[in-house]
């Protein structure tokens, strides 16, 4: 444990000292102050690592001592099964699948009730009650979060991987510290993920912004505002979740963080949810914020012994939660599933794309006359992930699966499987389909389904361009792909 503990806060503080961006400056500005804001930036930043690793290895053992442990084995187990498994899909299941891919077999799409029956024995998870409405990029969805939190009377809380430090950030925290004035305003957000997003900055930064050196004490400061930094086990593990809940009432699920790029620059999917199951969200919503305090497991523990509280309205149709967590990849196992059950088609956006045991289901699903669909975007943002997305473009053609790109950065998570929809937070890679927290939200109910499919997938398609041929790949992204395969 010595060696993982030197060489994972090693990596934080390169991460910090190589990769953070320098506070934007005017022409009118003087290079010392500019030089000066930089430093500073870097130092916060420093100093907010080393908190981290205190905390997620002298802290998080001992008033989380249930969560840390079971964060460590999960992670262990996993990555051993993982490695195993991808040995043997690269070297005996994939090499398998050839000859000749077969036509598109035009065949009746999967029972959905059957496949829902099936799913609560896979997951263990049951549906519950609600309505999902998607609001696709930033101005839909920003547009309608910040109209709640204005019209919130009671509670707003909310739960993301990243609250950015950037212009619309900020205006963001000032809305909700001006109705913390009048209401409950709770934000929690992941510690390693919001240090790395806030040391860099979106291109379409305006150059007169000057980032707070940390959005916690900016949020808490002169406010009634209660912030707290979600803590990650082992430095390793994140809650990559997304949930904004108002008033116990309405809830916003998703992929999108608070920030600059979520709001104008890429393309995104949040779902607006009511019903019944906005009970559950809020639950774990609840549980999240008791484990993030002071007494961790036992305030976790507690929360979860006072049960789910029924607040939501009482109408909707099937939605069913699922999570990844320790021991438990609902979402993985649900997604697969759902790949080995398809018999029409399935459509998949994602900008990370890296799992082999995925992308193993998907090459036999084509072979068995599945109409085969993936959508990743042309310009992502993680140097490592687009090198190992072209290995993965290349897999993808071999075994005949249709690969679009998307012009610019999408960043939906979202997917189709014979008119059963799953979408939320996870991406298609280590971290979120079994290692981080993450939530996603899946139905099969026709209206919703049909919403999906004409709001993002046919507009999607429509402008992305069909890549028919193998791109180049060099040894640099084969590397990548197995860094990718092995950390993320």
Not at 247 to 259: K, L, P, Q
Not at 372 to 379: D, F, K, N, T
Request: glycine share 6%.
């Amino acid at each position: 444990m010595g060696f993982f503990r030197k060489t994972t806060i090693i990596a934080v503080f390169v991460a910090l000292a190589t990769g953070c961006a320098t506070a934007p400056g005017s022409p009118d500005n003087d290079v010392a102050e500019v030089r000066s804001e930089t430093m500073a930036r870097r130092a916060a930043g420093v100093s907010q690592a080393t908190w981290i690793y205190g905390r997620a290895f002298y802290e998080n053992p001992v008033n989380r001592p249930v969560s840390s442990a079971a964060a460590l084995g999960s992670y262990a187990l996993k990555s051993a099964a993982g490695l195993l498994r991808r040995i043997v899909i690269g070297t005996a299941q994939m090499p398998a699948l050839d000859g000749e891919v077969q036509e598109i077999s035009l065949a009746a799409p999967m029972d959905l009730e059957e496949f829902e029956r099936t799913l609560d024995k896979v997951t263990d998870t049951r549906r519950d009650i609600g309505r999902i409405q998607f609001l696709v990029d930033g101005d839909e969805y920003f547009g309608r979060l910040m109209e709640t939190i204005e019209s919130a009377e009671k509670k707003i809380d909310i739960r993301t991987f990243i609250f950015d430090n950037d212009d619309f950030a900020v205006a963001v925290a000032d809305k909700l510290k001006t109705r913390a004035e009048n209401v409950q305003v709770r934000v929690m957000v992941d510690s390693v993920g919001n240090l790395l997003a806030t040391q860099t900055d979106p291109n379409s930064l305006p150059e007169d912004h000057r980032p707070p050196l940390s959005m916690h004490t900016y949020m808490e400061q002169a406010s009634n505002v209660k912030v707290r930094k979600i803590a990650n086990p082992w430095v390793i593990i994140s809650d990559h979740t997304k949930t904004t809940i108002i008033d116990e009432r309405i809830a916003f699920v998703g992929g999108m963080n608070i920030g600059r790029e979520y709001r104008y620059d890429w393309h995104d999917l949040m779902m607006e949810v009511t019903g019944p199951v906005v009970d559950q969200l809020q639950f774990e919503s609840d549980k999240a914020w008791a484990r993030g305090g002071l007494l961790g497991d036992a305030a976790n523990a507690f929360r979860f012994l006072r049960g789910k509280k029924k607040r939501a309205d009482r109408d909707g149709y099937p939605v069913r939660i699922l999570q990844t967590r320790s021991f438990d990849s609902d979402i993985y196992k649900a997604q697969i599933a759902a790949i080995q059950n398809a018999r029409r088609h399935i459509i998949i956006e994602n900008a990370y794309f890296s799992d082999d045991r995925t992308i193993y289901e998907l090459a036999k699903a084509r072979r068995r006359g599945v109409d085969v669909r993936v959508i990743i975007p042309s310009a992502g943002n993680h140097g490592a992930l687009n090198a190992s997305n072209k290995v993965t473009i290349n897999k993808l053609i071999e075994h005949g699966i249709r690969v679009y790109e998307f012009p610019g950065m999408s960043h939906v998570k979202a997917a189709i499987y014979d008119g059963w929809i799953c979408v939320g937070s996870a991406n298609f890679d280590k971290l979120s389909l079994k290692v981080n927290k993450e939530l996603n939200l899946a139905t099969s109910d026709p209206e919703t389904v049909a919403a999906l499919l004409d709001q993002v997938f046919i507009p999607d398609l429509t402008i992305s361009r069909e890549i028919t041929e193998p791109v180049a790949v060099d040894l640099v992204a084969y590397l990548s792909e197995i860094a990718v395969d092995e950390l993320l």
